[in-house]
């Protein structure tokens, strides 16, 4: 073989390397992108959770209330491992919002009372308070609405969870106050 040929021949097998090492690369990256876009729903993060409760009652000149126990569609973690003997813990915030489908003149307000968490020491329920005042009022004024509580928090699906989505939450259970005017709608 004559030199030019070797050098041809060199060259020809540097640029076929050159050819096989950029697929492998790319072919990496693009498995890679693949891997985590597939894996995405599934990560934790900073979820809000949105749940709409219907909610009827009489409201008066002074405030009545109901506590209503929230499950949520998922669970929301309450202490980040930092290390093996540290442990942060996290609070989860809420917010509140109420659409009116009465045209009787209410203040609603929703707090809440208590996280529930479950054995694993995730949250997984929220009992909240309802009140209800009509300021002025002198008798019981019935009213409808629907509440939209916010809870945010680290949380991730469960495994049981289908490539539907999230959940559907479970119907909220109500918990009447004594001598409370406001109920949820279950």
Partial sequence: ????????????????????????????????????????????????????????????????????????????????VIDEDDVQPVDPTFAEGFEMKSDTLVELRAYVRDWIEDDSGLIEKVRVRLTAYSPGATTQLPFAAVAHLSFTGLAAPDGDDDDQGNAVPETPDSIPQQGGGLGGTT
């Fill in 1 to 80: 073989m004559t030199r030019l040929n070797r050098a041809q021949a060199t060259h020809r097998a540097q640029v076929r390397l050159q050819r096989s090492l950029s697929a492998i690369v790319i072919g990496s990256r693009q498995a890679e992108r693949k891997l985590k876009a597939e894996l995405a729903p599934l990560q934790g993060g900073d979820v809000t959770q949105v749940v709409h409760v219907p909610v009827t009652g009489k409201a008066g000149g002074i405030p009545t209330m109901t506590e209503l126990t929230i499950g949520l569609p998922q669970r929301i973690v309450t202490r980040i």
